[in-house]
């Protein structure tokens, strides 16, 4: 069972870290005057949450009476932008549901045995998880998680046929990318994809378009003047891949 316990709870915070969570509160909520279960399932519950917890080396507390009528459990908190702390990953103990169902193993003694139910929400309610997360990141979500990663911007209408080729080469890659075919103007559509938080803004003109490049800036405003496509791909896929 503590072995068990130990994978969910890493595997979370695995997960959240991936997603760019680093600071975590994290409580163990004890059983409730009424609840279900015999206390030596409660104790045992309760001792190996609390192990687990000791073993992960991260600061925890105990809502005493807090935990839910069918178990004890580990509740995963992180910080939105303001610093207000949002329950996102569980893991719960369930004495409810296997007497509900009435499951059972045989044990090595050749017995039938009750086994113990560990239920477990990774991300929490999705709703909250992605409100949590824009937060977090202020809306500018890392190269990998945003829904498009690049948008290209042709100057003049002459530039939208090699626009379109780039496009399909970057697909092709594996790359999410638009191409902002509007009438505003080149600065309008750049500060359009700065205010849409899109990493990279492709440029395209003339001299772009006769090189076989790009211009490439970034949505922090940062210019990194005309590189060419196998370069910024370079870029973009190593941005990705580091979870960027």
Same mark, same amino acid.
């Given at each position: 069972? /503590?072995?068990?316990?130990?994978? *969910?709870l890493y595997?979370?915070?695995?997960?959240?870290?991936?997603f760019g969570f680093e600071q975590f509160e994290l409580y163990l909520s004890t059983r409730p005057p009424k609840r279900v279960g015999r206390e030596q399932d409660w104790d045992a519950a309760e001792t190996a949450l609390?192990?687990?917890?000791?073993?992960?080396g991260i600061r925890y507390q105990v809502n005493a009476g807090d935990g839910?009528?069918?178990? /004890?459990?580990?509740?995963?908190? *992180?910080?939105d932008a303001i610093g207000r702390p949002w329950q996102l990953s569980t893991v719960q103990f369930d004495f409810n549901l296997p007497e509900r169902f009435d499951l059972s193993y045989v044990g090595e003694d050749g017995a039938q045995h009750r086994p113990y139910m560990i239920h477990r929400a990774l991300l929490g309610s999705m709703e909250r998880f992605f409100g949590v997360l824009l937060e977090h990141h202020g809306g500018a979500l890392p190269v990998w998680l945003s829904p498009v990663q690049a948008v290209l911007i042709p100057i003049a209408d002459r530039h939208q046929e090699y626009c379109k080729q780039v496009q399909d080469r970057l697909k092709a890659?594996?790359?999410?990318v638009a191409i902002d075919a509007g009438v505003e103007r080149m600065n309008a559509k750049i500060r359009n994809a700065q205010l849409q938080k899109i990493p990279y803004m492709l440029v395209v003109g003339d001299r772009e378009q006769e090189q076989g490049a790009v211009s490439i800036r970034l949505r922090s405003g940062e210019d990194l003047k005309a590189k060419p496509i196998d370069e910024f791909l370079k870029m973009a896929k190593e941005a990705v891949a580091g979870k960027q």
């Open positions: 069972m /503590p072995a068990e316990i130990d994978k *969910v595997f979370s915070l695995d997960i959240l870290r991936a609390e192990d687990t917890l000791k073993r992960s839910a009528f069918y178990g /004890p459990k580990i509740d995963l908190l *992180v910080n890659a594996g790359l999410r």
